[in-house]
Each structure stands twice: as C-alpha cells, then as structure tokens.
C-alpha cells in the first residue's frame, strides 16, 4: 500500500512537472494567429496572405524572436465559410491562446469575427480594403478605407486623364463591402451632378461564373452616347470568368474603362491579360513600384516561396506594414498583453513599399499613398496617377449624411469609436 502511494505521488509529482514544463515551454513562446480562407471561393486571394505571414514570422525568428522569444504562427482553415470565421477565432484566441490575429479578407468575415474578438479582448489586423463605416477597439484596419481607394478611383475616371466619365456601372459581389462601398459612392456621384439615370449598379454570387448577360446589359447602357465606366467591387474567383467574359465582347479600356478594388496582381496571375490592358485597379500598393524597399520585399517573398514567378500585391504590403508595426508596439509595450499593444500602436510608422512613411492613426487606419494603375501584358500594373504624399484613412465616410458627423479615437481617455460629443468628453462607448 506504502509502495502504491508511494507511486501515486511520484506520477503525480511528474504531472505537474510535464504541466509546469509545458506552462513555461508555451510561455517562452508568442503565437501570431493566422485566420485567412485555405480552401473555398476566397483561396485564390487569401492563401497567399497566410504565406505571407509565415514569412514574416520566419524572417523574426532569424533576428532573434520577440521579446527574447520564439514566434508561432497558428495557422487555421475558415475556408471561405462566413460563420466559420467566427468558430475559428474563438479556437484561435480561447484554445491557442494567441497574442495576436492576422487575417480575414471580405467584409462579411469580419463582420463574422468583430463580436468574438471584441469579447475576448483580442487584437485584430485587417489587410484589405473595405468599404469604412465600422470601427472597432479591437481592429486595426491595414487595408484602404474609401477614401483612399473608391473615391480617387471615381475622381480620376471623372477627370480629363482619366476619360471624364459620365456614366457609372456599379457591379459588386452580393455582400457588405460592394454594397457599402456602391452606397458611398452613389452618394459621392450625385454630389457631383451624376444623374439617378447615369448609374447603374448589379450584384452576383461569390463564385458568380456567367457574365455574358451582365457584360451585354454593360454594353447596351454604355451605347447612350456618354462616357461610361465600370467600377467593380467583385471578390474571389469570379474575377476570373468576368475579365475573360470582358475580352469575349471585346469591351476595350479605351471605350468602358473597368477600374477594380478588389483585383491585384494575384487575382490576374491566371489569366491571359491582353484583352484587359488599359483597365485600372486602385491600390495602395502595386509589384511594379521601383523602391528599393519594394526590391527587397520581392526578394525575400521569392527566396521564401521557392518561386520567382509568384508576385506580390497589395493586402500582402499591409500585412507587411500592420505585422511589423505590431512587433515595434509589442517592444515599446514590453508585453504582447492587448490593451498596452493597442496604446503602443498610436504613431506608429514604418516604411511602405511604394516610398514614404505608413502611419497608424488612433482611429486604427493608416495613412498611406493612394495609385491607379493600367494592366500591363505581364499582368503587373503601370501607376498612372498617385496621391502626393500619404492619405489618411477615414472610417467614417463624409458622404453618408448619418457618418459623416462620427468620429473614431480609441487613445485613452478618449475612447471611442462612433461619438459625435465634442473630444474634450470622456466617452466610453
């Protein structure tokens, strides 16, 4: 019995040791979520970006880790399942106890993820381009507000460079982003004149693939004698069967310009761009940007993927920007803990990939430089227009009447994300 009790304790001894092992193994260790869809209608953009971030945090761990430690990435599947995106932030944050989530693409998965992370307190970096009227404690949105993607679009096709377009499609994939985005806009070209009649606006599937009705109807409006231009906010693969059925109907840049939001150089690897040279896309970032920032960039995502044909864009640079952003507010903070990452984050800067200075505002949007650019033969973009110098990111638009008196600063005491009280206020919200 001696003998046995004996036993008892020495396992027990041993389990709380492996226990105490394994608590001090996980706390030598900072774990980067990765949330971006693997599989599904949204792989062709996304898969790159968890690629990315392994990159990213294989390049930290070369320079020593984070705060004396070794970087995790944790890299899960949502697989372009809207509510799924909402079950793997909670395994990310509750079971992996990560310090930090990069990911999401379309708007309806973080709107999916923006309950889970608020509740767990966790930290959130956005990297695309969405469509504003959201601002969260826990986000920080990498990616283009309207203001620095959709509204200079529709600004420079309205302008003499541009083509001075008087008639507008709007085609959109049937969620919150295109809808959003369209809503802005329509408002944004009636302040300008644009008559109800001159705009016409269409939504799709994801995954949408018959596109010959639709660009038949562009067509028919675009034969009223005005100049007409296509801003499309698709998402996904059915990019691919749009721009293919574009070329069939021998809709030329030159006579129904198309400018993108959500098309960059990853979504036009698989496609034969000759038919589509002279269409534009608006982004932060292109591949084709000559910096020596950019060079380098290039150079380490090649030696990375074991691929020089692979090409770089625009979500992949805030990715970039918003990762090591958090690395400077994680040293300064001397902690990974959310609410003093979050504070650290306010003036952030770090060098962008096109030239000039990223800089994290406390309305958690950058300000960053604004380009359009042609397609090219090789599927890279020629930058036709740019900002001079950075824009900053607004997460409430100016042109919805209801946003336009909200303001977002989450900086403490002032911590707020909708308020329309003067900032003297302390407001919890």
């Known amino acids: ?6 036993s008892l304790a020495a396992a027990g001894a041993f389990a709380v040791s492996m226990a105490l ?31 990315t971030m392994l990159m990213l945090v294989d390049d930290l761990n070369k320079k020593g880790g984070l705060l004396g430690k070794k ?12 509510p799924l995106f909402a079950e793997k932030m909670r395994e990310l944050l509750s079971v992996h106890k990560v310090d930090v989530v990069f990911g999401n693409w379309t708007s309806v998965s973080r709107k999916s993820v923006l309950p889970v992370v608020e509740e767990l307190n966790g930290l959130l970096f956005y990297p695309v381009q969405y469509e504003g009227e959201e601002s969260s404690r826990n986000v920080f949105y990498t990616g283009a507000a309207p203001n620095q993607q959709a509204i200079p679009a529709v600004e420079y096709l309205m302008s003499e460079d541009g083509g001075e377009a008087k008639r507008w499609v709007l085609l959109g994939t049937d969620y919150v982003y295109p809808r959003t985005t369209n ?49 499309s906010t698709i998402n996904g693969d059915a990019n691919v069967p749009f721009y293919k059925e574009l070329g069939n109907q021998g809709i030329k840049a030159e006579d129904i310009p198309v400018v993108a939001f959500s098309v960059g150089e990853e979504e036009l690897a698989g ?40 090409v770089t864009n625009d979500p992949m640079e805030a990715h970039y920007i918003g990762f090591n952003m958090w ?36 309305n958690h949007h950058l300000s960053k ?46 911590v707020c994300g909708n308020c329309t009280e003067p900032k003297f206020k302390t407001l919890i919200n």
């Not at 019995?1 to 004996?6: A, D, G, R, V, Y």
């Not at 970087?71 to 809207?82: G, K, L, T």
């Not at 400077?328 to 504070?343: L, N, W």
Request: hydrophobic share 45%; proline share 4%; net charge negative.
């Open 327 to 362: 690395v400077q507010a994680v040293k300064q903070a001397g902690t990974t803990q959310v609410d003093a990452v979050r504070q650290a984050m306010y003036g952030q800067k770090f060098p962008n990939l096109t030239g000039g200075v990223a800089v994290m505002n406390t």
């Open 271 to 310: 496609l034969d761009t000759t038919p589509l040279v002279g269409h534009l896309a608006a982004w932060n970032y292109f591949m084709s940007v000559e910096d020596r920032n950019n060079e380098a960039f290039i150079k380490k995502w090649h030696a990375f993927i074991k691929d020089e044909k692979r």
């Open 369 to 414: 430089p604004v380009l359009i650019g042609e397609i090219q033969p090789d599927g890279q973009f020629d930058t036709v227009w740019q900002t001079d110098g950075v824009v900053k990111g607004d997460a409430w638009s100016d042109f919805i009447p209801e946003s336009a008196k909200l303001t977002a600063d989450w900086t403490f005491p002032w």
């Open 71 to 82: 970087v995790e990435a944790v890299v899960v599947d949502p697989a372009s399942n809207w």
């Open 183 to 231: 809503k802005i806009l329509r408002a944004f070209l009636k302040s300008k004149g644009v008559a109800e009649e001159d705009i016409m606006e269409n939504y799709t599937p994801f995954g949408h693939s018959d596109w010959q009705t639709i660009v038949a109807e562009v067509k028919k409006f675009a034969s009223a004698g005005k100049k007409t231009a296509v801003v």
């Open 1 to 6: 019995m001696k003998k046995n009790l004996l």
């Open 21 to 51: 092992s394994g608590a001090a193994n996980a706390a030598d260790t900072i774990k980067v979520g990765v949330l971006h869809s693997l599989s599904g209608t949204m792989a062709i953009s996304e898969t790159t970006l968890k690629d």
